[in-house]
């Protein structure tokens, strides 16, 4: 999270007190505690897990991510939930400060395991995501039902969310249920002001691109013109305004593009999917143009080269832009001779320069010796990390010729500055690899067949890597191909107080280890580099490196930022596309802010805004218009299975003024009446069940035990009302193949009714319709007539989702024992393991166990036995059928 760019939008009614200890023990920057005595002051600003981590409060925080709650667990030392539901209530009475689950924390509320009426507050995180149909604004909603006194604090620190759809602030504070808006931009005065006390000595270095590289970004921006203009020109009744050349090169382009195309994909012609696919492959070549070598670059056009993939596109291989794009890619590898010689990356001999120069003598002006150096450097994702670092300990020629040779590129001859290289290929950073003669290689124009799934693993998985200086750069002894630098083993197991001493440290890293926002502001702190070098443009790690600088001690030396970026290219205008955009958004949300009138808890009058009555005003009114159909005036109840809670459809029944009683049932998600049972299927479950034929079987369960029994088909609101999976039409099963399963289930099953709705809101909408003038169901009976009493309700969440549903699909496997093997295995891998006998001992039942053990251990009979059968031949051939006609 970072303060800098942060939107909160906070209510509270229950002010704390700020101790000096806290500010002791977690200083904070001027606009920090400038932030927070403000949200003191309006009641609106949270202090993470700090001031109320004490047992007399209790303070839940959800919608948080795995990294951010390992990382505010140790740091402030809080206790974790326990899985079971009956020790989660005794938790939550001794009070604290606690990490949950929404899906967990919206069952407690509802069986009544959390005293509501004493939660001191709640923190929400990413409060952009919170809409009033997801499982953050039920939470909300069941606790400002019950708790009028506690807070509500929200924390946003994505501003470009709430630009997209209408008044998308005032929808997010109404699902929140806040009243007050704060906005916090980087150029906000007291930001800037607390930055400029101390900031790094920062230096740019403008790096252009080589000519042919030049040439080919302008050939793709051309192509990319073409194709958007294409798409235009195809739809011109679509909103089409966010699809622009500019925005084509953003990191957002993937969530414009689904948030434009999404809701009428079935109606965009084929020629029109075709542009849109073109498209990102277009992006994804020019971005690689920039991060990539020149052998890796050509490898990737050489692919879209080819008949295959000509079927397929759009045309835009056929025109001009396109002919001189495959020959200036090939250009940069071979030269007019047709031998290997790719031109190195620009930002190589920067790098280079950096790293053997230009630091060194920084530190001889600072009469601080080169091994007590460390230098980070920040990429933008881990395949280029992995490039650097074997271009560093490698040498650029050495890697380029490594890569062709990975790649399967043609290398038939190879130009002067190659012919040192006689007896060996080039080695991996992680082992040496096989010594071969490579003149006779070229000679008799064979590759090498290079072994690179290890090489390919490293790319992708590996996000930090560090070395250190093999031997002291001399300008006069040096050559171009000769490696300065080693590996070492990684930062994370890494003793820097052992090392420093010796030789210069030098980091290597993504921005976002593995996708964890913290990993960077860790490295700082933990390496502490004098040196940071930005090898990709990244706002986010710029507002990082800026607060850390900011909070340094006093006698620790100002760090030095080298931010290498190619001049004029669509990486300048990615960063600066991103800037604006930000500023743009919180333009935007200032000019809202000053019209937004949202009424506050000291009127009286934030109940019928927030829409917390209304429940209780229509069941009313619907019970009068029933006219003793309902006349004992019970309020509406539904059965919900456990499971259920991930969708949308339980928040909304319960803003309708349903009940809900979570419980663990097997038959049917949804029990409406004694007599009505509701199974639900999003589009992709409704697929999957149709090819697995699980559905056959709880269709038979629904119509064996329910007099009317409902499928229901749910579509996402923001999916078109059509039959696909996913962005594009799931190739799974075709919308043909799909009505022609579900024709032969309602012959199967003729009391079974198939039910269509368009979104969770219509769904909530037909619930509350069938529920008027009906009874109530029986908890009891529905739990009774699973077969099974009821488990811990919440033992799902400490399963992975897919083993879980994999297991449940086992042959012998059932309701009832699924829960002993799910606690009792260790994984997939150690079920196959077991014997017959450790089986029976597990599941309890030794027909289950034999069934299971036989399918797991099933070996498959090979083709060539049924051959040597001597039945089936002789006595059927085609000759004696044949005879018989004859004689008729």
Not at 146 to 172: C, D, L, M, W
Not at 259 to 285: F, G
Not at 445 to 463: H, L, P
Not at 792 to 811: A, G, S, T
Request: glycine share 4%; with cysteine; charged share 25%.
């Amino acid at each position: 999270m970072e303060p800098d760019n942060k939107i909160i939008e906070t209510n509270n009614t229950d002010t704390a007190d700020v101790s000096s200890e806290s500010f002791a023990k977690f200083p904070l920057l001027p606009f920090e505690k400038q932030i927070l005595m403000d949200g003191q002051e309006k009641d609106g600003l949270v202090i993470l897990a700090n001031i109320y981590k004490d047992p007399s409060n209790l303070v839940l925080i959800i919608n948080s991510h795995d990294e951010e709650e390992k990382l505010f667990t140790s740091k402030f030392n809080l206790t974790s939930l326990p899985n079971n539901g009956n020790e989660r209530a005794k938790t939550y009475l001794e009070g604290g400060v606690f990490f949950v689950s929404t899906r967990i924390l919206v069952v407690d509320l509802l069986k009544n395991r959390v005293p509501i009426a004493h939660i001191t507050g709640i923190i929400v995180l990413r409060a952009h995501t919170v809409l009033e149909s997801c499982q953050e604004a039920f939470v909300l909603r069941l606790y400002r039902q019950k708790n009028k006194t506690g807070f509500i604090k929200a924390f946003s620190n994505s501003p470009i969310s709430f630009t997209f759809g209408y008044h998308q602030v005032e929808k997010v504070m109404r699902a929140l249920f806040v009243t007050e808006l704060y906005l916090w931009p980087r150029f906000h005065g007291i930001i800037i002001k607390s930055l400029k006390n101390r900031q790094a000595e920062v230096v740019e270095l403008q790096i252009p691109l080589t000519a042919k590289a030049n040439h080919i970004q302008m050939c793709l921006l051309d192509i990319m013109n073409y194709t958007v203009k294409q798409i235009k020109g195809i739809n011109r009744t679509l909103d089409m305004q966010e699809i622009t050349t500019e925005n084509c090169i953003t990191k957002k382009f993937h969530k414009i593009l689904q948030s434009q195309l999404d809701c009428v994909w079935h109606q965009l012609s084929t020629r029109t999917k075709e542009y849109i696919q073109d498209l990102k492959v277009l992006r994804s070549m020019i971005i690689n143009l920039i991060h990539d070598d020149a052998v890796t670059f050509y490898a990737l056009v050489s692919k879209y080269r080819t008949p295959e993939y000509a079927k397929v596109n759009s045309g835009w291989i056929l025109l001009d832009s396109a002919e001189q794009l495959f020959g200036l890619a090939r250009g940069r590898v071979y030269n007019s001779k047709n031998e290997f010689d790719p031109e190195p990356c620009p930002k190589w001999k920067c790098l280079s320069e950096l790293l053997l120069q230009e630091i060194p003598e920084e530190t001889k002006k600072k009469n601080v010796g080169l091994h007590c150096t460390k230098v980070l450097i920040l990429c933008q994702d881990n395949k280029t990390c992995c490039q650097l670092n074997n271009y560093l300990i490698m040498g650029a020629n050495k890697y380029l010729l490594y890569t062709a040779l990975r790649r399967d590129l043609t290398v038939n001859t190879v130009s002067t500055k190659y012919k040192t290289f006689k007896k060996s290929l080039p080695t991996n950073s992680e082992k040496d690899m096989q010594k071969c003669d490579l003149l006779s290689t070229i000679n008799e124009n064979t590759k090498n067949e290079v072994n690179d799934e290890s090489d390919n693993a490293e790319e992708t998985n590996k996000s930090n890597y560090v070395l250190t200086l093999s031997q002291f750069h001399d300008k006069q002894t040096s050559s171009a191909d000769q490696s300065f630098f080693e590996p070492i083993s990684q930062l994370d197991d890494l003793n820097i107080t052992q090392i420093e001493a010796e030789k210069p440290i030098i980091c290597i890293q993504s921005f976002k280890q593995n996708g964890n926002i913290f990993s960077l502001e860790r490295t700082l702190e933990t390496l502490r580099p004098e040196y940071i070098i930005l090898y990709h443009s990244d706002m986010a790690a710029v507002r990082q490196i800026e607060l850390y600088e900011c909070r340094k001690k006093p006698e620790e030396s100002k760090s030095m930022v080298y931010f290498i970026i190619h001049d004029k290219t669509v990486e300048e205008q990615a960063y600066l596309t991103s800037l604006k955009r930000e500023k743009q958004a919180f333009e935007l949300l200032i000019e809202t802010k000053s019209v937004m009138v949202v009424p506050s808890y000291q009127d009286g009058k934030t109940d019928e805004y927030f829409n917390l009555n209304v429940q209780e005003e229509e069941n009313t009114t619907d019970s009068r218009k029933a006219g003793g159909q309902n006349q004992n005036s019970e309020k509406p109840l539904v059965v919900v299975d456990m499971r259920e809670f991930r969708s949308d459809l339980p928040a909304l029944l319960h803003k309708k003024g349903i009940n809900i009683e979570p419980v663990t049932i097997t038959i049917g998600d949804y029990i409406l009446t004694p007599d009505i049972c509701v199974e639900r299927k999003s589009i992709s479950d409704l697929i999957g069940s149709l090819n697995s034929g699980r559905l056959y079987t709880q269709c038979t369960q629904m119509c064996r035990n329910y007099s009317r029994s409902m499928l229901l088909i749910e579509f996402d609101q923001n999916k078109p009302f059509n039959l696909q999976g996913n962005f594009v039409v799931s190739t799974d099963l075709s919308g043909a193949e799909i009505q022609q399963k579900l024709q032969l289930l309602t012959i199967h099953f003729p009391r079974l009714k198939l039910v269509w709705s368009p979104s969770p809101y219509a769904t909530a909408e037909l619930f509350y319709e069938l529920k008027q003038g009906r009874k109530n169901p029986n908890v009891e009976e529905a739990i009774a007539l699973s077969g099974e009493n009821t488990a811990d309700d919440m033992c799902y969440e400490r399963y992975n989702v897919l083993v879980h549903d994999f297991v449940q699909k086992l042959p012998g496997i059932t309701t009832k024992n699924i829960a002993r093997i799910m606690n009792r295995g260790k994984s997939l891998d150690h079920l196959i393991t077991l014997s017959k006998d450790e089986l029976i001992r597990i599941l309890e039942n030794k027909n289950e166990a034999e069934i299971l053990h036989g399918i797991l251990h099933y070996k498959q009979k090979p083709e060539s036995s049924r051959e040597d059968k001597p039945y089936g031949k002789k006595k059927f051939t085609g000759k004696l059928f044949k005879s018989k006609s004859y004689k008729q």
